[in-house]
């Protein structure tokens, strides 16, 4: 038998790096091989919803078939590939292809997972391949420069990079130099609530319904991950460029021009107000940030859109978006251990299946489970924020973040987990704890109407639990609440209440933490 020929150079791409020309060539000559991978250990690692199974399969073999029809060579392992059976993981995958196939250098897109960026560095080195990594031109700064904007800052502040993004890429930026409307922040404008009367006439979001492709993945995925979590019965992601580009458009048609005022908003049974639903769709490349905001800056333009919302927007994805691509590679792999909290819990089972009976949880969970989204303040400020509360296991829930969104990739789930909701790498880069009792839920949504707790109530049988956790948290909390001008206000009501006050919710939150699967 003769030895397979070796080949100068493969490039493989990535489950989340399905551009429409791939990243990996760049400009080089398209003259070599692709390699893509599917490996059920993506799915497993953490339990992920075959909803976001199904997403990324489906996109990436809708993106290798693209990508023959544009001429090139696409090698693919599949699923359920029989010579791949007892190689469930990426990197055993990867492994032996190279056995196989002997390669010189393997090129590669930097990873959005150091986790997976390990493993595919083991792999070459077990096959003495040599790996070159390539800078991602997707995102708008390059990691070495988000790590020369940070060096020398004691807190990484998104608002200060957010200045510093819009002026270097003249977003929003009047001929003086200065921000357009004269101030960078709309957030006053942009929290409103829906009032008594709830949300009325939002547009239905674009739907793609599975095609043949998708379909024969959704088989797959029942098959192989049958106790995953989560239901298909919804799916309608967009699972190509083409699709990517229709939901921008309805976006920005549609839900742009009212998608500031009401970001913040939640109300029962509704799913995804005027949100953009595009995290998705950016998260695997489908669409590239500058064409989205560009996109949304031009109907700002023609009047379609106001600037409050258009800002918002903007600061989304200008903003935050890169900031945690930036933090998350400055502060790994500490992050992945941070837990300045001390918290010690476990997640209750209940997050895997809806069935509590504090209705903000049971909606969120539920709708998660059903679609595999959940808007920010959901995934902040109801879902995120009981994690703070209630002392859960900062690497516990992010699992389950991982695991349940269809946009979740660790670059940006981690330090949105970790990080911005539960406080657990000590404000590196955010500027508080976000935190608040059941008044908040309840001023943001209905969801308090139809519950059994009352948010006004902080101990007894009827008490909110949010409500109880957050003044335990107050208490317990306080001298880190005192030490930040923007929480100094919350430890100041934790000094006013009187001895047995404070006695009560402890004894009552102690009780209650004990019993965190029946509330
Ligand atoms: P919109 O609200 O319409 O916003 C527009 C776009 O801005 C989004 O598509 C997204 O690309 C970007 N964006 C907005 N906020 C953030 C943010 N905080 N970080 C990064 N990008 C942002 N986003 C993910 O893409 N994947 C995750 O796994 C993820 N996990 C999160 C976990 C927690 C605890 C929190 C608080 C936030 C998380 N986010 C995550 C950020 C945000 O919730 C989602 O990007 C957003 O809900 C996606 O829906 P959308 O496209 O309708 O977004
Ligand atoms: Fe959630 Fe408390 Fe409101 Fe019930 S009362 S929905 S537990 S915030």
């Not at 551009?19 to 000559?29: C, G, I, L």
């Not at 404008?189 to 979001?205: A, D, H, M």
């Amino acid at each position: 038998m003769t030895a397979p020929m070796t080949r100068s150079r493969l490039g493989l791409v990535l489950g989340d790096q399905l551009a429409h020309r791939p990243a990996v060539m760049r400009d080089e000559p398209s003259d070599f091989p692709l390699l893509m991978i599917e490996a059920p250990g993506e799915s497993t690692h953490v339990p992920s919803h075959k909803a976001r199974t199904t997403l990324f399969l489906s996109a990436m073999r809708h993106a290798a078939e693209a990508w023959r029809a544009q001429g090139l060579t696409v090698e693919y392992i599949s699923l359920q590939d029989p010579g791949y059976q007892s190689a469930p993981t990426f990197g055993e995958r990867l492994a032996r292809w190279l056995a196989a196939n002997p390669v010189e250098t393997l090129w590669c897109v930097e990873a959005g997972d150091l986790r997976l960026t390990l493993e595919i560095e083991r792999a070459c080195a077990s096959q003495a391949v040599h790996l070159q990594w390539l800078e991602d031109p997707h995102f708008l700064l390059p990691r070495p420069e988000f790590s020369a904007w940070a060096q020398g800052r004691k807190q990484l502040r998104m608002e200060h990079f957010y200045r510093f993004m819009r002026r270097r890429h003249a977003v929003l930026i009047a001929p003086d130099g200065e921000p357009e409307g004269g101030q960078w922040n709309f957030d006053a404008e942009n929290r409103q609530s829906f009032g008594k009367q709830g949300p009325v006439g939002i547009p239905t979001p674009a739907h793609f319904p599975p095609d043949a492709i998708t379909r024969k993945v959704m088989q797959e995925v029942e098959q192989v991950f049958p106790t995953n979590p989560g239901s298909l019965e919804q799916f309608g992601w967009p699972v190509t460029r083409e699709q990517a580009l229709l939901a921008l458009e309805d976006f920005i048609a549609h839900r742009l021009q009212a998608f500031g005022p009401h970001q913040d908003a939640m109300w029962t049974g509704m799913q995804f107000g005027w949100h953009a639903l595009l995290s998705s769709s950016l998260n695997l490349h489908l669409l590239e940030p500058e064409e989205v905001i560009d996109q949304v800056v031009a109907a700002y333009r023609r009047g379609e859109a106001d600037l409050a919302s258009v800002e918002g927007f903007v600061r989304q994805v200008l903003g935050w978006r890169e900031f945690m691509r930036g933090v998350y590679w400055l502060e790994m792999p500490g992050l992945a251990k941070a837990n300045g909290l001390d918290a010690h819990r476990a997640l209750p089972a209940w997050f895997w299946t809806g069935e509590t009976h504090m209705v903000c949880q049971s909606q969120v969970i539920e709708q998660t489970l059903a679609y595999g989204y959940a808007h920010h303040i959901q995934r902040l400020m109801v879902t995120g924020l009981f994690g703070l509360l209630a002392e859960i296991r900062p690497q516990e829930l992010s699992d389950w973040f991982h695991a349940v969104y269809v946009d979740a990739i660790d670059w940006v789930e981690r330090p949105n987990v970790v990080g911005m909701a539960l406080y657990a790498n000590a404000g590196r880069f955010t500027s508080k704890p976000y935190l608040a009792s059941g008044a908040y839920v309840d001023k943001m949504s209905n969801y308090c109407r139809g519950c059994r707790y009352d948010p006004k109530q902080r101990t007894g049988p009827k008490a909110c639990p949010m409500t109880s956790l957050y003044w335990r948290f107050v208490i317990g909390k306080g001298a880190l609440l005192k030490g930040n001008p923007r929480t100094a206000l919350m430890a100041k009501q934790g000094e006013r209440l009187t001895e047995s006050e404070r006695d009560a919710i402890l004894a009552w939150t102690d009780a209650l933490l004990g019993r965190l699967e029946e509330i």
